[in-house]
Every structure is written in C-alpha cells, then in structure tokens.
C-alpha cells in the first residue's frame, strides 16, 4: 500500500558566515495543518544519523549546535517535513566543512586617525581565531580622484598605517581578511565598505 507523503522540504542549503552555521529551506505547502521539520546530522567520523536541537520545529532553518563548532569536520545533514503522521521524504545536503565552506565578512573598523602624510586603521578580526590560525589584512587604498591605481598592502596586525599620502587629499580604503588555517587552507574574506579620508596639512 502506498501511503500518502508530504512534498519534501526544497533549496535545502547551509549557509556558514564567519564560522557560524544554519541549515535553511523552503516551507512545505499544504492546505491545512501545520507542517513540522525535523533536521539530523551526521559527521564524517561517524555514519550515523544523529537529532539536532531541532525535532519537530516551525522555523524554517536551524543552528547548529556547540558540538558542531569544529571547523575541520565534514558534517551532512538532512532534513524532512512532518504532519501529523505523514512525513516527507528526507533531503540531505552535499557535505559541508566549515573551514572550507564558510564566508568570511569583513573585518571591523574602530577607529581612524589621519595625519598630513599617513592614515592610522585600527580593526578588530570578523570571528574569533583558533590555535593556528594565521590571519593577515589585504588593504586597499587609492587617492580619491578620477583616475587612481589602488595600491596593495598585508599586514597581521590589527593596528597599521597607510604612509607616503599627499597632504590635504582624500583616500579611501577597504580591507579584507585572508585566513591561512591550522591546515594550511586559505580563505580569502569580503571587502569592507569602503572609507574615505581627508588627511591634514603638515
């Protein structure tokens, strides 16, 4: 005998924004009740199905829990509608790894201190680092005229100086993290929104 089944849940996608992970789909459709998701996961180490701290939820997305914080570890999940009695069929997802798979935002600007021939940027990194974790800041910067070469400079300190600027000229700047892992995988992140500053006269 068939049994009747919900339609699966769909654009089932992990989306992972400075290490910090949810699983998200589109709502099931029905004429009436509600529908209900519950999400599993399972680790590259151990092929089991395993409950998230989502059985039988409303939402459409769920967090992954503490005990999935480790970036190295390939995780699959899946997830499936329920209604009652009648459930959907499971949708799992292709395995994701944090530390491959994630996106790194932009790191924040604090402050700014500009003087005649320099421009001092201090930030704070976009997550927390890890032992091992080498993070280094690609800052962009270009006089802000028509027609600029934007010049290129890395550092790993997270208080630095853009130096030899003409005085009494407006330059802008964007940074972005590179992060070289404890495995030697390198994850380039997003560009700040750019900043633009006048500096001083000497």
């Not at 005998?1 to 949810?22: G, H, I, Q, T």
């Not at 100086?161 to 802008?172: A, D, G, P």
Request: charged share 20%.
């Amino acid at each position: 005998e068939s049994f009747p089944r919900l339609p699966a849940p769909k654009d089932v996608m992990v989306y992972s924004y400075n290490f910090r992970s949810l699983l998200r789909w589109s709502p099931v459709k029905v004429d009436r009740g509600l529908v209900l998701y519950t999400v599993h996961f399972k680790t590259g180490a151990f092929n089991k199905w395993d409950e998230m701290n989502c059985t039988r939820i409303t939402q459409t997305e769920c967090s992954f829990p503490m005990s999935l914080k480790e970036r190295r570890w390939t995780v699959v999940l899946r997830v499936r509608a329920e209604l009652g009695q009648v459930t959907s069929n499971w949708v799992e997802t292709d395995p994701f790894v944090a530390e491959r798979n994630t996106t790194i935002g932009p790191p924040k600007v604090n402050s700014v201190n500009v003087s005649s021939n320099s421009v001092l940027i201090s930030v704070t990194p976009p997550f927390g680092s890890e032992a091992g974790d080498v993070l280094e800041y690609h800052v962009s910067y270009w006089e802000n005229a028509s027609s600029t070469t934007e010049k290129e400079t890395k550092t790993s300190n997270t208080l630095f100086k853009i130096e030899n600027l003409k005085e009494l000229t407006v330059y802008c700047f964007s940074i972005r993290v590179e992060l070289t892992t404890y495995s030697d995988l390198q994850l380039l992140g997003l560009q700040s929104v750019p900043e633009c500053h006048r500096t001083t006269v000497s």
